[in-house]
């Protein structure tokens, strides 16, 4: 016998043992001690699970499907099975920086048998822990921003509609006009960014060469709240709703038209579950998709690059559009579109959902890389000249995952300025 193997711990053997004849002496009859389970502990757990909407939290049988569609776990240790894991072996999430890792991108509630709900989960844990004082402190600086300034920028209230001063066409504020078919929620980046304003001049020439009876709300729109309720801060969110929904209700409009992913899931879900706001409401992309008779021969200017598409998670998970963007691209002429192989209800997340905007510094100390440097990777993988978005986080966070990963070669582009450059035939590239 191998005395070396003496040596393992928790292993028990017979050094003699012979059954039915059959000699089993030594290694032959080996076994595993009893792992000691009742050291488990139930109680954090349910410290989660007993929080109004975590409830779910508890239903994990540990089946491990949600970790491969983690998109936090592809560059990092992550997923719902791990988080409880962690619970269950003596972690208290609530003071513990997993809890800030979720983007709430829904991917993991998608294929859970159990239907343990992270989306729901993670806002409710993460609202006690704010309470708790333990928020990292560049979220808190956003949420700082949001209260005082009225978005997580701090840009000047006063300064919202200063981006109209750019356009070549004209953008009604409601205040002047009272009425108009269509109220565009602009929202906060594509105010403030520099990259989002581009998205906003080019929406603004699309809305005025269709002819569109529109107008945005100027420096009465203050930002929809609902990244920040995800992220643990559910009064500030409430406030911002009591905002928007009183000035939503001063004026006369048929249609209300977001620019973000964001917004929509604000707007048609949060506010209407909330506080019964139901009103028509469109992303973008389906509004322009719905007037593609009329826009398509607009679009005279080639666009002659191999373009992927990233779809929000805000926008094809949460609420299931998945075809109106790419309606839009494909009736670009010359536009090759190419899909990525995490696409459509299994597409990657850019990290920007759930407050994660505002966590990059916080998040890179416990992943491998960034998750937008991840799908930018993968874009560039899939032979992509363009990588085209329709979420005003995404822009600003893939253009940096762009140059960080070296691939400045890669353009990132909203579908409203793919639009604008086939409309007008600037800015194309070679
Ligand atoms: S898929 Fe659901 S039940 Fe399975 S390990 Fe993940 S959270 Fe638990
Ligand atoms: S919601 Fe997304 S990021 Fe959060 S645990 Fe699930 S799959 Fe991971």
Redesign the pocket.
Known sequence: MDAGLDKVEGILEKEVAIVDGIDISGPWNRMFEQRVIWEYTPELIEKIASLPGAESFAWCYQCAK?VP?????QVGD???RK?YRMAQTGVDLLNHDALW?????????RVCKKVVD??KI?PAAREQAVLNGFVPEELQTAFENTAKYGNPLGQSQRKRAAWTKKSDVPVPIMKDVKRAEVLWYVGSYPSYHPRGIDASLAAARIFNALGVDFAILGREEKDDGDSQRLAGELGLFEMLAEHNLKVFEKYDWDLMVVTGPHEYNAFKKEYKERFGFDRPIQHYTQFLADRLDQLKPMLKHEIPLKVTFHDP?YLGRHHGEYDAPRALLQAIPGLELVEMGRCRENGY?CGGG?GGMWLDSFTINHTTMRLSERRVLEAVAYGADVLAVCCPFEVSRFEDAAKSTGNDQLKVLDILELLDMSMRGVGLAA
């Open positions: 949600c569609v983690c998109p936090v776990d992550y997923g719902p988080l890792l979720c983007t709430t991108c829904m991917n993991c509630v992270m989306v993670m998670c997340c759930g």
